[in-house]
């Protein structure tokens, strides 16, 4: 395989400096959903812990070198899981913890921001204008500027939960990982290249934030004006050129879904695997759902990235797919 800027060594070292906590995640056969999805389903569930989410995985990674070494004061851009994890693993470290964030995000995500020590401050614009506004206060302020995806931390980190999939895992074919700003798919696809070269990797984004894919499908960045899809935690408008590098040499292929296809997703997690989900979570069950062809026959495994959802929003989604 081609060179990206992850390192399987460096990858293997970050697990000795994450919390266990955020390790080892379930990982089981759902044969409850195969009937309606004509493949086996296998899926990696990286909500079980603190943060409900896999972003600690990277954010373990930074805190730990920021306390070793580091300024004491971080700042991140974040839809709302970012933050979280940062908060949580710079709390018992001492490091003092900025996040912006989008004034529209899930307010149940910035609610566990503020209950988590961190600083938040609120942009009226989208992800976009956070990072931009995250980029100006590391600036003027002299400290840490955390940018998902592009700090390698972040995409190494989250890549433990590949060497979690080669090392115990049954046998699969396809791995599905939801596609936003590139840390997850491109960490967990760097290793199934390396050590499990046989497996697909597929990203999987919403139609209405397309912007990596189609960046990964032109092999040139392409950005896009706007996002209008319920997964927020995937909705970029701008990718990152060294993250579609990485990107390029490890994804056999990206797809894009409907949003309707994300709600039946999250109605079928939580029917079938009694999981509460939020959209970016769904994506993989998503991509089954609208090319059932492609997957018969085949044992996919899908990351279930994240679960920190507005309620009042999950019950209309999943009412409105059950109707």
Request: hydrophobic share 45%.
């Amino acid at each position: 395989m081609q060179e990206t800027r992850l390192d399987t060594a460096r990858i293997r070292a970050a697990r000795r400096v994450i919390d266990p906590i955020f390790l080892d995640t379930p990982l089981y056969r759902c044969e409850a959903m195969e009937p309606d999805l004509g493949c086996a389903v296998s899926i990696k569930l990286e909500t079980a812990n603190p943060v409900r989410s896999f972003k600690a995985r990277g954010t373990e990674v930074v805190a730990c070198l920021l306390a070793d070494k580091g300024p004491r004061a971080v700042v991140c851009a974040s839809a709302g899981n970012l933050g979280q994890a940062l908060a949580w693993s710079a709390r018992d470290r001492g490091l003092d913890v900025t996040v912006v964030a989008s004034r529209f995000a899930t307010a149940a995500k910035l609610d566990r921001i503020r209950a988590l020590g961190a600083r938040l401050e609120l942009v009226d614009g989208d992800h976009e204008m956070a990072r931009e506004r995250a980029a100006t206060i590391a600036r003027y302020d002299g400290i840490r500027l955390l940018e998902d995806s592009l700090d390698i931390e972040t995409c190494e980190g989250a890549a433990t939960i590949g060497l979690e999939l080669v090392d115990t895992a049954p046998s699969f074919d396809t791995v599905l990982i939801a596609l936003g700003g590139g840390a997850l798919a491109t960490g967990v696809g760097h290793v199934m290249k390396s050590l499990a070269p046989e497996v697909e990797v597929i990203c999987v984004q919403p139609l209405g934030a397309p912007a990596l894919t189609h960046s990964w499908r032109s092999r040139r960045v392409i950005t896009t004006d706007s996002t209008d899809t319920i997964a927020d935690g995937v909705a970029g408008r701008r990718p990152i050129p060294a993250v579609l590098d990485d990107l390029l040499l490890v994804a056999d292929d990206a797809v894009l879904v409907q949003e309707a296809s994300i709600i039946a997703g999250m109605r079928m997690l939580f029917d079938h695997a009694g999981l509460v989900v939020e959209p970016s979570a769904a994506l993989g069950i998503a991509a089954i759902l609208e090319d059932r062809d492609r997957f018969a026959g085949r044992h996919v495994v899908t990351i279930v990235c994240g679960s920190n959802v507005d309620v009042d929003a999950y019950h209309r989604w999943v009412s409105a797919s059950g109707s």
